[in-house]
């Protein structure tokens, strides 16, 4: 409750543009502490929900889904992509590290890269584009390092897939370059 009240406050205090109108009207009555503190709390409740209406029925987390989501699977990629790094030098094996680099570049970097300009640029994120971009990065960062892996291992059998993983990472970078042509001047 206490949690919910100040958050509320916070956000009246330093975001009161972000309010509808009449919420903001009245947010200077809302900065002095009441007698009854449930009473502001159930205020607060229902200007909450009538502001995440107003956005469109979607609350402000929904909306950071796709560039958070981008930055955590980069950051993974880069623990996963170190830790097979540091195995390669235990062992004095390098055969693997044409994979170990890739994973780590489109994997780690670009997906980071990509949480980022979507964190910067609210209209690049909005779009269906966005999503169709992200999973196909997703899947291309994925197919692309473990057919190299694979057919290093194995021999040419399934060349196949880094192929496939290496078109799907093309596309989806040709899809962020629209997306960025479309939205850096926003
Ligand atoms: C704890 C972190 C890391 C360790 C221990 C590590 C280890 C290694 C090792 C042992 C090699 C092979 C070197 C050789 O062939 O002589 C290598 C190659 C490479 N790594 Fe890493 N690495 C790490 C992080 C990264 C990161 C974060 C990136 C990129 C963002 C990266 C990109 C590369 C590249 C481009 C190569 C060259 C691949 C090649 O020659 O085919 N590494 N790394």
Do not use: C
């Not at 200007?47 to 950051?75: E, K, P, T, W, Y």
């Not at 629209?178 to 850096?184: A, K, L, P, Q």
């Amino acid at each position: 409750m206490v949690a919910h009240e100040i958050g509320y406050r916070a956000r009246v205090f330093f975001h009161p543009n972000a309010l509808p109108g009449d919420l903001q009207r009245s947010k200077l009555a809302r900065l002095s502490w009441p007698d009854d503190p449930h009473q502001v709390t159930m205020a607060a409740r229902q200007d909450q929900s009538r502001f995440v209406s107003l956005i469109g029925g979607q609350s402000m987390r929904g909306q950071h889904m796709l560039d958070s989501l981008m930055m955590r699977a980069g950051a993974m990629f880069l623990i996963v992509g170190m830790v097979w790094g540091i195995e390669m030098g235990i062992r004095q094996e390098f055969s693997l590290a044409p994979a170990h680099a890739h994973w780590n570049l489109i994997g780690g970097v670009l997906l980071f890269v990509f949480g980022l300009y979507y964190r910067m640029v609210p209209a690049a994120r909005e779009s269906a584009l966005a999503k169709w971009q992200a999973s196909l990065h997703f899947v291309g960062a994925i197919l692309f390092p473990v057919g190299v892996a694979i057919v290093i291992k194995k021999g040419t059998g399934l060349i196949v897939l880094p192929i496939i993983g290496s078109l799907v990472v093309v596309l989806a970078v040709t899809l962020f370059a629209v997306i960025v042509f479309r939205t850096s001047r926003a």
